[in-house]
């Protein structure tokens, strides 16, 4: 039996911890502190004193989770640490509260719907789908001062992916988008060595169907 009492957890509940701590990191710090990709550790949800169950979790740093101090607490208080529930909720927000917003950014209801009688994952389907490939992202491409013949100079390219669902930086692929800008007709393939700078981020995008990435080509003549 694991530590609190419950069996040890099975796959599909060690690949949910895997997506929450690479897609939300510490919960308190991306949903509160607006501070994004802390590392982070699971903490289990406790009922009395007992753990609920391995799918009950959240993600939180080790400050938040058991190394509070008084301008942080954590959300137990072990070897002096500043912390305990009570303080930890009126400082952040409610351990649920925390779940749902984790629940929204992974698009995934791992625990209100456990409340619904949903069941739990039982294989990798579900994270496979979590951790989709970017390459099935669509790639809608715009473009300033876009001329007929191919300009000589610095070409520099912002990338925007709206995603309902977060995925690692690393499964973004640059190279995948360009080769969409090229095969768009926006590049040629001997302009490629003229960029100077990509950039990319995610942002929220409302609905699965709202998926895209949006590219910005700046073309700057010599």
């Known amino acids: 039996m694991a530590a609190g009492g419950l069996r040890s957890a099975n796959k599909a509940e060690t690949d949910l911890w895997k997506v929450l ?14 501070i994004e990709d802390t590392p982070a550790e699971i903490h289990h949800l406790i009922d009395g004193q007992r753990r609920i169950s391995h799918m009950h979790v959240l993600p939180l740093c080790p400050v938040h989770h058991r190394q509070g101090i008084e301008a ?10 500043h912390g305990g529930l009570d303080i930890f909720e009126r400082t952040y927000e ?6 749902i917003k984790c629940e929204d950014w992974i698009n995934y209801p791992y625990v209100t719907g456990l409340l619904n009688n949903e069941q739990a994952p039982d294989g990798d389907d579900h994270v496979a789908d979590l951790n989709a490939n970017a390459q099935d992202l669509a790639c809608d491409v715009e473009s300033e001062a876009v001329e007929a013949t191919a300009l000589t100079g610095a070409i520099n390219i912002d990338c925007i992916h709206y995603r309902f669902r977060r995925v690692r930086s690393d499964e973004l692929s640059i190279e995948g988008i360009i080769d969409g800008i090229i095969k768009a007709g926006l590049l040629e393939n001997s302009e490629a060595s003229q960029i100077e700078a990509i950039t990319h981020r995610q942002e929220k995008a409302s609905s699965a169907k709202d998926e895209r990435t949006v590219v910005t080509i700046d073309r700057v003549a010599e």
């Open 72 to 81: 942080h607490p954590s959300r137990h208080s072990v070897n002096g640490c």
């Open 21 to 34: 701590l690479e897609q939300v990191g510490c919960a308190v710090c991306r949903f509160v502190l607006r």
């Open 94 to 99: 409610s351990e649920m509260e925390l779940v």
